[in-house]
């Protein structure tokens, strides 16, 4: 069947992605300190369906055989988070460094390189040391963690940046700000609107928050401009997540304006002031007043030194928006607005997946995809896209393993892909979620993403069919570089 994928660029960068906590276990090994994440599990494990990662995948003693999966997936790439507590077990920048943890990822980027496989690392993807949030409040305290994250960001470009060219801040700043202090459904788990969770000021935290994560970004990024760029020659950038949204009414310029102002409250908030140097977007002062916090003129300074490669996409679903009717609660994160699957007329906006909050809209990723290069205007690296199948939660394994809909999922955004580079976005590369099923945070086990079946029990792992067709799909690709040359 010829499809457009065959015209992603020949240099596309490709391969799958994945995050410490998710898949390492092994949480009492290596001189690892604690998390936020171990806390959490652990404390109220109804919290996370009483799942938690002191085994997960068990990757901390497999990863050899992993590595294996993704060579005969044809993968060229491989993105993972370090897990702080590893690196530095307090996390703070007078704490010792963990020589053990250094060790470890050597021999993950190492056991990478042999095959011909290039390292793509996470520097954050949610796990906190626990000892930080104990010492000053960990991201509520916005002058000390960006201190402290600088320096752990600064161990890792020395330790690894020699074989290490491809970095990524945090994953998904959003979910740490709105879920952590928001919700209450991540680590920390602070929240003043759900009961299930330790007192927090959903009014105020998640924003300052946001602050602490955007400026910690901001140090790194400034640190690896200034004092490691010009020999290591890397690029670095960072993940944010956030659906596209189409209006509710598609008649009514108030849903019109939702969608984008939902749209800026999850990406512009860290995208304005990251990619533009710029304070945040309009529609959230107006509504959040000095409950945001402003930049200073030295955080200015600081964001406009904090120049990076590319934005790092995650993306798996869109929504409709739907304008809220008078003032937005002081509780409110969305921006006045309701998030709906259907539309007017009832239409919903994609198909089903095994997940009630992920459907399938390859088209609206094609148009979040052309909205984002446009605004941003840098390269684009889909750093994570994926889906459980129907009912896969449920299934045996050799049932799991052909998975059909996981098949025209990915084919159908790989299409989507090649019609937003026709649109003119600079698009470089894409990460399947994930290499593994693994820990689906605060829904445990259930929800399966990998392209490997993982026994829980067992611990074995098994293909599916899907890893296969996305091999295909690639060493099919042969359309320009992605630069737009030929
Ligand atoms: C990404 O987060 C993460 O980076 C990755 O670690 C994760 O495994 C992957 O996606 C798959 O989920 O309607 O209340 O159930 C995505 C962020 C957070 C988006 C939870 C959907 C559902 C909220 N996701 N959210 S709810």
């Known amino acids: ?38 806390t959490f599990c652990h404390l109220e494990p109804s919290r996370t369906k009483n799942a938690n990662g002191d085994v997960a995948c068990d990757h901390y003693h497999r990863f050899e055989q992993d590595f294996d999966l993704l060579g005969q997936y044809g ?34 980027i190492d056991s990478l390189l042999a095959r011909g496989i290039t390292p793509w690392v996470t ?83 998640p924003w300052i928050v946001g602050k602490a994560l955007i400026m910690s970004h901001a140090r790194a990024v400034a640190l690896y401009n200034k004092e490691f760029r010009h020999t290591q020659r890397g690029v670095i950038g960072v993940s944010l997540n956030g659906d596209y949204f189409e209006p509710w ?44 916090p402003e930049f200073t003129p030295d955080d200015f300074s600081l964001l406009a030194q904090a120049e990076c490669d590319f934005y790092g996409m995650n993306y798996y679903t869109a929504q409709f928006a739907k304008h809220g009717t008078g003032e937005a609660p002081l509780t409110d994160v969305l921006g006045n607005v309701e998030e709906l699957q259907h539309d007017k007329q009832g239409t919903p906006v994609g198909k089903e997946s095994g ?48 998975d059909p809909y996981r098949i025209q999922y990915f084919q159908d955004h790989l299409d989507a892909i090649c019609k937003s580079i026709e649109d003119g976005s600079v698009i470089k590369g894409y990460f399947a979620w994930s290499l593994l099923d693994n820990l689906e945070w605060s829904d445990g086990f259930g929800p399966r993403f990998g392209v490997t079946y993982t026994d829980y029990v067992t611990l074995e792992r098994t293909p599916k069919k899907s890893a296969l067709l996305l091999k295909d ?5 042969q359309g320009p570089l992605s630069n737009g040359t030929h």
């Open 1 to 38: 069947m010829a499809s457009a994928s065959a015209l992603l660029p020949r240099d596309f960068e490709w391969g799958f992605a994945t995050a410490a906590y998710q898949i390492e276990g092994g949480v009492n090994e290596g001189g690892r300190g604690k998390s936020i994440w171990d």
């Open 473 to 477: 799909i690639i060493a099919k690709r």
């Open 249 to 292: 009414d598609a008649e009514d310029p108030q849903d019109a304006e939702a969608s984008e102002r939902r749209m800026e409250f999850h990406i512009g908030w860290f995208a304005n002031p990251i990619f533009l140097a710029k304070d945040y977007p309009t529609c959230m002062r107006k509504q959040l007043g000095d409950r945001l």
């Open 75 to 108: 993968a060229g790439a491989y993105r993972f988070s370090i897990a702080w507590s590893r690196i530095i077990p307090l996390g703070g920048r007078n704490d010792p460094v963990n020589e053990e943890g250094i060790r470890f990822y050597n021999q993950l």
């Open 355 to 402: 997940l009630h909050w992920l459907r399938s809209c390859p088209d609206l990723f094609r148009k979040h995809l052309t909205r984002i290069y446009k605004l941003y205007g840098k390269p684009i690296y889909i750093t994570e896209n994926g889906c459980p199948c129907p009912g896969e939660d449920k299934m045996v394994k050799e049932e799991a393993v052909n």
């Open 123 to 205: 520097l954050y993807h949610w796990d906190l040391p626990q000892a930080l949030h104990d010492r000053y409040g960990g991201w509520l305290d916005v002058d000390e963690v960006q201190k402290d994250f600088e320096h752990y960001a600064r161990v890792c470009f020395e330790r690894f940046g020699d074989r290490v060219c491809n970095w990524i801040t945090l994953n998904e700043p959003w979910i740490q700000a709105v879920y952590g202090y928001a919700t209450g459904g991540n680590a920390p788990g602070r929240s003043s609107t759900n009961k299930q969770s330790t007192d927090g000021d959903t009014t105020t935290e």
